[in-house]
């Protein structure tokens, strides 16, 4: 009995069939209940399953991108210079121990029950996940559940915490926020502001966290009204700082992504400052387009590549070897240095 019997039987297209048992939501609850009931009817096992069942393991990740929307532009992060250079790096090192990657996006809570059934119907055999909030339930329940999982930036709050049964990989988030905060502290800047990401997010947790402790450490008092929102995108930063310059007197800024610097740099010309003449500027990971910017972007370098490749060798080594393995990484960053920041005259 396979595929092709139960479409035939239930007169349906072997597509259909497909479908049910994926459990997507294209097909007619009187479709789904009649071929359901087949399946059943004939004790039909879905081929991924069966493999499973005869001791193989499958040969297939999940990466699992967990995007932002917003109503009038739709997905934002999908097409981000931050998560290209990841996917392209576990998909290479999926490559190389014959191991293929399902790519797939979140973006609202639901999604997450399509992951779970992923897992349950072992289409996939282990997960990495980017982009999550911080200490996001619907990863704890997967973890929960027993499967393979990665987690790229996301805190572990102690042993009874479901993530310290998964691999975590961060970069130091905290330690980059302090040393761009320090550099622009020992150019001369007292006044200096921060664009901080999405507070749900670990990474904007932190770098604001170093951003702050920098400044105490120098003496410098942290003034909150220099402290504005994004959420990583290049118009949130557009729109974040213009506000922010038409109402505060600022010499530096520090911008906790670059694509938020981008739009940043955006809003500065437009208000007729220059960077670094009138106002420095440090912002985040590093992507390809900061060194090709006038004036290119100091910023600071996230190893994305060797945080992918950790994720993904130490999940396709658990999964071959049939091990739980767990650990929590923390990758260390490095402040680029450019021309968008300027010694402040004595």
Do not use: W
């Not at 009817?41 to 932002?68: C, R, W």
């Not at 479901?162 to 020992?186: E, M, R, W």
């Amino acid at each position: 009995m396979n595929a092709a019997d139960i479409a035939k039987i239930a007169g349906v297209s072997r597509s259909t069939v497909s479908r049910v048992v994926n459990n997507y939501g294209n097909v007619t609850e009187e479709t789904r209940s009649k071929v359901l009931d087949i399946i059943k009817e004939y004790n039909y096992v879905p081929h991924a399953s069966a493999q499973m069942l005869a001791g193989k393991k499958s040969k297939i990740m999940g990466l699992f991108i967990i995007d932002t929307k917003d109503e009038k532009e739709g997905n934002k992060m999908c097409t981000s210079s931050y998560f290209s250079p990841f996917t392209d790096a576990v998909i290479d090192a999926a490559n190389k121990q014959r191991y293929n990657v399902l790519i797939s996006m979140i973006n609202e809570d639901n999604d997450y029950n399509n992951v779970k059934e992923l897992f349950q119907n072992k289409t996939i055999s282990a997960g990495i996940f980017i982009g999550a909030k911080n200490n996001e339930p619907a990863i704890k329940e997967i973890i929960e559940e027993g499967y393979k999982i990665a987690v790229i930036e996301q805190e572990v709050a102690g042993e009874q915490d479901p993530f310290s049964k998964c691999i975590v990989v961060n970069s130091d988030s905290f330690g980059g926020g302090y040393q761009a905060t320090k550099y622009l502290i020992q150019l001369g800047h007292k006044n200096i502001a921060h664009l901080c990401g999405d507070m749900e997010q670990l990474t904007a947790i932190s770098r604001i966290e170093g951003y702050k402790k920098a400044l105490l450490d120098a003496g410098v008092s942290i003034k909150n009204n220099l402290i504005v929102k994004g959420d990583y995108t290049e118009e949130s930063g557009y729109k974040a700082v213009k506000k922010l310059l038409l109402k505060e007197k600022l010499t530096a800024i520090f911008i906790a992504n670059d694509s938020m610097s981008i739009g940043a740099m955006r809003a500065i010309e437009e208000l007729g400052l220059k960077i670094p003449e009138d106002i420095s500027v440090v912002g985040f990971d590093d992507i390809e387009v900061s060194r090709h910017l006038q004036p290119s972007l100091t910023t600071v370098r996230v190893p994305l590549f060797q945080m992918a490749f950790m994720a993904a060798n130490n999940l396709i080594k658990a999964n071959d070897e049939n091990i739980d393995f767990y650990a929590n990484y923390k990758i260390p960053v490095e402040l680029i240095i450019r021309n968008s920041c300027k010694q402040m005259e004595v």
